[in-house]
T-cell receptor
Framework: GAVVSQHPSRVICKSGTSVKIECRSLDFQATTMFWYRQFPKQSLMLMAT?????????EQGVEKDKFLINHASLTLSTLTVTSAHPEDSSFYIC???????????FGNGTRLTVT | AQSVAQPEDQVNVAEGNPLTVKCTYS??????LFWYVQYPNRGLQFLLK??????LVKGSYGFEAEFNKSQTSFHLKKPSALVSDSALYFCAVSKQTGANNLFFGTGTRLTVIP
């Protein structure tokens, strides 16, 4: 079956530093990947849609200069949290799909803690 | 705009009993409905989807869901709950064919009591 790998699974960083999270589709090509943020006991909030070879589409209220998304290949999208602050601490999840008629496959998420 | 409501934050059921996790939706046009399950500190796993066709959809791990257009509902069901079914369940809706641009409900935590 389709597998999406997300790395790292857990990261702790100091306030003001940047953190990069990788999302890879291991056995299929994904022209589109999605980045979500999940707060404790809350649902997933779609942050942005990552499009291979073009700029990401950000949801309203998401700072594109803070959450940099790069989708340089059909199997890799990265999310960089720049100048992280404690309020950025959250669970970040990526997902990818083979195509519009295929279900989304999710990575296992990244727990970011900013101290 | 589309939206999904999961009215129950928590559902408890005894092992072996049938379970239901409720979901109602609001979307203009034809809805595309999904159920996902999330285990602690993990991403979401796809359970099942309704795009068109039979209102009763069968999915992974013995789960099924019934699409009810008149009640705008898509409740998740299983005839006999297992302790291993304990997890967080999300209902999601999309206006588009397939799974792009999903809007998720707030999730329902299912606890199956041995």
């Amino acid at each position: 079956g389709a597998v999406v790998s997300q790395h790292p699974s857990r990261v702790i960083c100091k306030s003001g530093t940047s953190v990069k999270i990788e999302c890879r589709s291991l056995d299929f090509q994904a022209t589109t990947m999605f980045w979500y943020r999940q707060f404790p006991k809350q649902s997933l909030m779609l942050m942005a849609t990552s499009n291979e070879g073009s700029k990401a589409t950000y949801e309203q209220g998401v700072e594109k200069d803070k959450f940099l998304i790069n989708h340089a290949s059909l199997t890799l999208s990265t999310l960089t949290v720049t100048s992280a602050h404690p309020e950025d601490s959250s669970f970040y999840i990526c997902s990818a799909s083979r195509g519009r008629n295929s279900p989304l496959h999710f990575g296992n998420g990244t727990r970011l803690t900013v101290t | 705009a589309q939206s999904v409501a999961q009215p129950e934050d928590q559902v408890n059921v005894a092992e072996g009993n049938p379970l239901t996790v409720k979901c109602t939706y609001s979307v203009s046009g034809n809805p595309y409905l999904f159920w996902y399950v999330q285990y602690p500190n993990r991403g979401l796993q796809f359970l099942l989807k309704y795009i068109t066709g039979d209102n009763l959809v069968k999915g992974s791990y013995g789960f099924e869901a019934e699409f009810n257009k008149s009640q705008t509902s898509f409740h998740l069901k299983k005839p006999s709950a297992l302790v291993s079914d304990s997890a967080l369940y999300f209902c999601a809706v999309s206006k588009q064919t397939g799974a792009n641009n999903l809007f998720f409900g707030t999730g329902t935590r299912l606890t199956v009591i041995p």
